[in-house]
């Protein structure tokens, strides 16, 4: 039978607590408290003694120092089956502790809030993870509870006189120690991130939310973590309304559909197969843009996945309805149609309300990670801001290395407002504006990668392939005859001319790429053979 003579209560999320302490008080045992937790229990009406009562000792240097005392931490740490330990606790007047309720501060939602560094620092807790850690070490005699989610248990046990089993303590502990090690982990990045954009030492606390039913292919075992420091709307975030259990390639495919849709102010869809746009489609209206999406390569649409960056409306759910599609991840959506949508079972409707409003401020992650066996590879967003308003393009028909150089730099800066057009013709505006739109997509396309682009509407996509013209003549076989009038965007440059004239076979009648390849006055030669406008932006968009 385990008995709890003498409890301590430390917590900062105070849900269940009071429910918890009475069911104690009523068991026998004598309950010690601090500061906003005493108060609450107190005006509860239940019996509470203050831990500087307990101690002798008061609370000083603003609450700094409350718990930090030997009568506290010798009733943790004292093992009851070793003598010489109890003598020392007797001849000290230190009883023993047999359960610590603490739950910390969360220091992640601190940082958060941007707050001065002296602010900030302040919000560090000290005895909280000193008295868990201490109680943690001595499991076996010290039930430690950082998780209201097991106080239903753990009095269950009590009243029924349950002996709690150490394999029970044991998991108590590892809480704990997940725990303090996502603490300090918080507190270790935020000191790291004020001196340096990659530290020395990298560390990071990750929560398990689900495992999955396998991973990429069936004999591969799978779970799914997620950051609780995560800046921008995710796919960890959004919560599931409706269909199966997510399968890894999923989440997969719905987080690339998320980074897309988040590039534009405008209502935009996007539809993912494999990692890869099959299209994307921004319109004023959140349904037409989803159907020029998904008819963009309906062939290929089957069993996607779909991100849309507005409410799914009725419209949207009526054209979906007859379709076999594996994910819709939205800000939310019409009671109208989440009903039709979930007339299919298996169909997966996820909600992301902080999804709705992200264009408006677009905080993103800072870096990206890449992990290969024996060490994690991260680098600097891909996030260049592409804005119509803000481009400026001057004439240039003999580009010089200098002239990339100087297009690359700007764009180091954060947003691309120069480009060059090397060409005869110059682009007219609408080319222009499908142009960034194209690119703005074109960065989330597996390298090798070439697109077509018309009226905001992808309409011939060439991914992931070794060789460029390999992508231009996939994204012309895509486009089935529809090129004729459109832009082209290519994630790199154009070593040859081939591409140049498979481009012009399909009808394009303007190309934006990088620029930089020492052949470039073949490819602007090309172009102005075929009558083709022709624009450098300076800006690679590889992504592997």
Not at 255 to 279: M, Q, R, T, W, Y
Not at 395 to 405: A, Y
Not at 476 to 502: H, L, Q, Y
Request: charged fraction near 30%; include cysteine.
């Amino acid at each position: 039978m385990t008995k709890i003579k003498k409890a301590l209560i430390s917590v900062f999320d105070k849900e269940g607590i009071v429910e918890f302490a009475k069911e104690l008080e009523k068991l026998g045992t004598e309950i010690l408290s601090t500061g906003g937790t005493a108060k609450k229990l107190k005006q509860e009406g239940i019996k509470v003694t203050d831990v500087s009562e307990y101690t002798g000792f008061p609370e000083m240097m603003d609450g700094r120092v409350k718990t930090l005392h030997p009568k506290i931490f010798g009733g943790l740490l004292a093992l009851r089956g070793n003598k010489e330990h109890m003598e020392q606790a007797r001849y000290n007047n230190v009883e023993m502790i047999g359960l610590v309720v603490v739950n910390l501060y969360p220091f992640e939602d601190t940082v958060k809030k941007n707050l001065s560094e002296e602010e900030t620092i302040e919000m560090i807790d000290v005895g909280g993870p000193s008295m868990i850690r201490a109680a943690s070490k001595n499991y076996q005699d010290v039930l430690v509870v950082v998780d209201p989610n097991d106080y239903g248990w753990i009095i269950k046990d009590l009243k029924e006189g349950k002996k709690i089993s150490i394999e029970k303590r044991k998991e108590l502990a590892k809480k704990v120690f997940e725990r303090t090690s996502a603490y300090d982990s918080a507190i270790f990045n935020y000191l790291s991130d004020k001196h340096a954009l990659f530290p020395v030492k990298l560390s990071s606390t990750l929560n398990k939310k689900q495992v999955m039913r396998y991973g990429e292919n069936p004999y591969q075992d799978a779970a799914f973590y997620t950051d609780p420091n995560a800046k921008e709307p995710g796919v960890g975030d959004s919560e599931q309304i409706s269909g199966k259990e997510l399968s890894y390639n999923n989440i997969m495919d719905t987080d690339g559909a998320l980074e897309i849709v988040k590039e534009f102010v405008e209502p935009c869809a996007a539809v993912i197969k494999h990692a890869n746009p099959s299209g994307v489609s921004v319109d004023k209206d959140i349904d037409k843009a989803l159907e020029k999406a998904y008819m963009a390569d309906p062939l290929s649409a089957f069993g996607c996945v779909i991100a849309l960056n507005r409410n799914c409306n009725k419209k949207c759910a009526e054209f979906l309805q007859d379709k076999f599609i594996e994910v819709v991840i939205a800000p939310d959506f019409d009671k109208e149609a989440a009903d039709l949508l979930m007339k299919k079972q298996n169909r997966r409707l996820l909600k992301l309300p902080s999804l709705k409003d992200f264009y408006k401020n677009k905080e993103k992650e800072l870096l990206t990670t890449k992990k290969v066996v024996g060490g994690l590879l991260l680098q600097t967003r891909n996030f260049p801001e592409f804005n119509l308003d803000e481009v400026k393009i001057k004439k240039n028909p003999n580009p010089k290395k200098e002239d990339i150089d100087k297009l690359i730099k700007k764009a180091k800066e954060g947003t691309l407002k120069e480009m060059i057009y090397v060409t005869k013709i110059e682009p007219t505006k609408e080319q222009i504006k499908d142009m960034i739109f194209a690119m703005k997509v074109c960065r989330h396309v597996k390298s090798n990668s070439v697109l077509y682009a018309k009226d905001l509407v992808t309409i011939g996509i060439g991914a992931g392939q070794m060789s460029r013209v390999d992508a231009t003549i996939i994204a012309t076989r895509k486009s089935e005859g529809k090129a004729k009038g459109a832009v082209m965007v290519s994630d790199a440059f154009f070593p040859f001319r081939d591409g140049i004239d498979e481009a012009a076979k399909a009808g394009i009648s303007s190309i934006i790429q990088p620029g930089g390849s020492i052949r470039d006055d073949e490819v602007i030669k090309a172009a102005d053979e075929h009558n083709i406008s022709m624009v450098f932006s300076g800006v690679r968009l590889f992504i592997h």
